[in-house]
């Protein structure tokens, strides 16, 4: 892609708007809230029955009346109209709003548990802790099941282990952010989606496409932000409990208190559980789940605005083991085990009590120990990571606050040791990064507004100086046109480049317990990212309803093949040889069909092509079509809740081993299509929700998960051809307790 032309586009805009809008200094601001001081975000207001407005995602609105007092209309995005008015300039730096019913949705955050912003230039998609409750999400794996977007499936029939798919994308290409702090990068990346339990979710950010400098030029895909419970607006004593038919059990317990004043607090998060039971429905001699068992803490310290400070600690520790493979004491078993431990300190620190506003400046750190003990059959790895992150921020405004920049550095070490049976693939990284943003994002729109202020812009650059491979330069861009105040159209190109790790990365493909060659010198993967979305808002017999467009292609200039079946003995591992791009196109609808019942349905369409050194395959264990209907009802005295999610996962390519006397070719077959359904009833007191469901009502399962079962040191045998889910219908119970909720 010719960058340059980006670059000289982005100047032209940029110097247009940053000299059109100067005269944006006589604009008033205002800070709309609730009488809870919630930040009004995304409001419209219309001055003098004239100009309309929008407040951003922090509630600020900058406008201008020609009259005194003005006259001010706020549209909530339920329909309801509120007028207020202003006396004069002097007491337009806040207005508050007196709302008594329904105050959750007001704010874009509580509104509704999924979200798809028409204020932000990039193209995100917000999960909140509603959206959590509507499922048996005890781990944020289970978080995505009422998401289009996202997609979590297990990469093997033994481990238990889980991987997210977004853009058509395997999960590696996504960055895992952690409070947007870049996090399970590595060795333990196969259980990660497992070490965040659901309860400790307050809310996931769902970044689409390469459009971030900040954090990183890996994410091809895009980022997900995972935000966790801030102590000191969760609840000061939480208790969950959870079992289910299949003897899963899971506790969490969270305990939060405020230090001094209610904008610094510390919060304790526990978690336990623990799978008891053998279970092999399907007679194949494995166990269709492994038996785990995890214990899980965190401590988290958050402050805000204390002395014009910011900033947050959080402390993690894991231990997650996992025991798989055919039941039984002897020795000529196929046995699967996994030991995962974590250490994690990460936080940020934050001034922003410059005397130009808009001025601010921050730090942000991690340090993380990871350590595996896996084996497969007579497979064994052992693997330990030492990860250091120091990132410095500086953010600032260039005329008004519609033009921003971001700049900063950040320094990354990583020790790695890892040995596969008799080899050790030990790797030192270290990588000096700088970045640079600038952002144009108008914050108000009214019915003769200019193309200028109808667009928006973020355009950021990366270089990293690798000590393995190199400068790597990424830039992305990102741009947005509002139609009107409810439609908006999105763009985005990016180049993106990420460190491969050899085990975690594949851990499914080793599962086997085949041998491992490495064909040469691995490169880093590099791939380029681009799409177009489109996000409309209505309201159609007096309800909200909203659609979503996305289409995403991305282009691999190098990605590392893990070729299973170049040699029906080993697992190849190699630089790309030819071709590999996807395509990944999503289409989603969300609509309340009437006050407290609301409807998702959303259809993905995936094309994953990838050049192996014999042959070229396609949508390998990824389905080309995927339907989701959700559907929840909550009652109009909010005492009872009812979700149904319903999924349709179309047809996929997969592997079948060779058997009988051909022992020497590989073929791919076409899996059938099928349908799964979860169900759940939530009955909420004031103090305690009591909640149950059903998962795989269908009972759909797939025939024959481990390929050559009776003879696992066959060339036939193989665990990792797994399409469609490996347990049936299963029941689960759950309460949830808050003695001290409001």
């Not at 610094?264 to 039971?277: D, E, P, W």
């Not at 076409?670 to 009833?681: A, G, V």
Request: proline share 3%.
């Amino acid at each position: 892609m010719n960058f340059k032309n980006i670059l000289i586009l982005l100047f032209t805009i940029g110097s247009y708007s940053l000299f059109s809008q100067s005269n944006m200094h006589d604009m008033l601001h205002s800070h709309l809230m609730d009488q809870n001081n919630v930040p009004l975000a995304g409001v419209w207001v219309s001055v003098n029955d004239k100009l309309r407005y929008q407040s951003d995602v922090d509630g600020m609105l900058m406008w201008e009346s020609d009259k005194w007092p003005a006259n001010l209309t706020l549209f909530l995005d339920n329909g309801e109209e509120i007028k207020v008015q202003v006396a004069d300039e002097a007491h337009a730096a806040h207005i508050s709003i007196d709302r008594v019913h329904k105050l959750d949705e007001v704010t874009i955050v509580d509104k509704s548990s999924r979200e798809v912003s028409t204020l932000q230039t990039r193209n995100v998609e917000s999960i909140t802790s509603k959206e959590f409750e509507k499922a048996a999400c005890c781990r944020l794996s289970e978080s995505f099941e009422n998401s289009g977007s996202v997609n979590v499936s297990e990469t093997d029939a033994v481990t238990g282990a889980k991987e997210m798919e977004i853009l058509g994308l395997r999960g590696k290409y996504s960055l895992l952010t952690l409070n947007n702090i870049p996090d399970f990068i590595g060795i333990n990346y196969p259980f990660s989606l497992d070490m965040i339990p659901g309860t400790w979710l307050d809310n996931v950010a769902i970044s689409k496409g390469i459009s971030n400098s900040i954090n990183g030029s890996n994410a091809f895909a895009g980022q997900v932000n995972i935000g966790t419970k801030d102590p000191t607006k969760d609840e000061r004593l939480f208790v969950n409990l959870y079992t289910s038919s299949t003897s899963r059990t899971e506790g969490n317990l969270h305990f939060n208190q405020q230090l001094g004043n209610s904008s610094t607090g510390v919060g304790v998060y526990l978690h336990a559980s623990k799978n008891f039971t053998e279970i092999d429905n399907n007679k194949d001699g494995f166990l269709d789940m492994p038996l785990s068992e995890q214990l899980n803490g965190m401590v988290r310290l958050v402050m805000h605005n204390q002395k014009n400070l910011e900033g947050g600690l959080t402390v993690q520790m894991v231990k997650d083991t996992r025991n798989g493979g055919q039941p039984g004491n002897s020795v000529n078993l196929f046995k699967t085990y996994t030991d995962a431990r974590r250490l994690a300190v990460n936080g940020n620190l934050g001034y922003l009590g410059f005397k130009k506003e808009g001025r601010s400046v921050g730090l942000k750190y991690q340090f993380t120990s990871n350590g595996l003990a896996a084996q497969f059959g007579q497979l064994d790895y052992t693997g330990d990571q030492i990860r250091g992150y120091l990132q410095a921020v500086y953010g600032d405004q260039i005329v008004n606050e519609e033009h921003k920049i971001l700049m900063g550095a950040s320094y990354l070490l990583e020790d790695l040791n890892e040995h596969l049976d008799d080899r050790n693939l030990a790797r030192q990284e270290r990588v000096p990064g700088v970045f640079l943003e600038y952002a144009f994002s108008p914050t108000y729109t009214h019915d003769d507004i200019h193309f200028i202020d109808r667009f928006g812009l973020v355009a950021a650059i990366r270089a990293d100086f690798h000590n393995l491979y190199g400068t790597q330069i990424s830039p992305a861009l990102s741009m947005k046109f509002n139609f009107d105040e409810s439609n908006i159209i999105r763009a985005n190109i990016g180049k993106g480049y990420r460190t491969p790790y050899f085990f975690g990365d594949n851990l499914s493909s080793f599962a086997n317990g085949r041998r491992v060659k490495i064909l040469g010198n691995l490169d880093d993967e590099e791939a380029i990212n681009y799409g177009v979305s489109y996000t409309g808002k209505t309201r159609l017999f007096s309800q909200d309803l909203s659609i979503n467009l996305d289409f995403y292609r991305t282009d691999f200039q190098n990605m590392i093949i893990t070729d299973m079946d170049g040699d029906n003995d080993a697992v190849q591992v190699y630089n790309q040889p030819g071709k590999a791009y996807v395509n990944s196109f999503l289409a989603s609808v969300n609509y309340n069909l009437f006050e407290g019942f609301t409807t998702k349905l959303a259809y993905k369409w995936n094309s994953n092509v990838t050049d192996e050194l014999s042959h070229r395959v396609e949508n390998v264990l990824m389905p080309r079509h995927r339907g989701l209907l959700s559907l929840h009802y909550t009652t109009p005295d909010k005492g009872w809740e009812f979700s149904s999610i319903n999924t349709l996962v179309g047809t996929q390519n997969y592997m079948l081993r060779p058997n009988g006397l051909d022992r020497t070719h590989v073929t791919y077959r076409e899996s059938k299509p099928y349908f799964t359904s979860n169900l759940q009833i939530t009955k909420k007191w004031h103090a305690i929700d009591l909640y149950g469901g059903v998962e795989n009502l269908t009972n759909y399962t797939q025939d024959l998960p481990v390929q050559g079962y009776s003879d696992p040191n066959s060339t036939e045998f193989d665990v990792t051809q797994v399409y469609a889910p490996i347990l049936g219908i299963r029941g689960y119970i759950g309460v949830r307790w808050s003695p001290f909720r409001k």
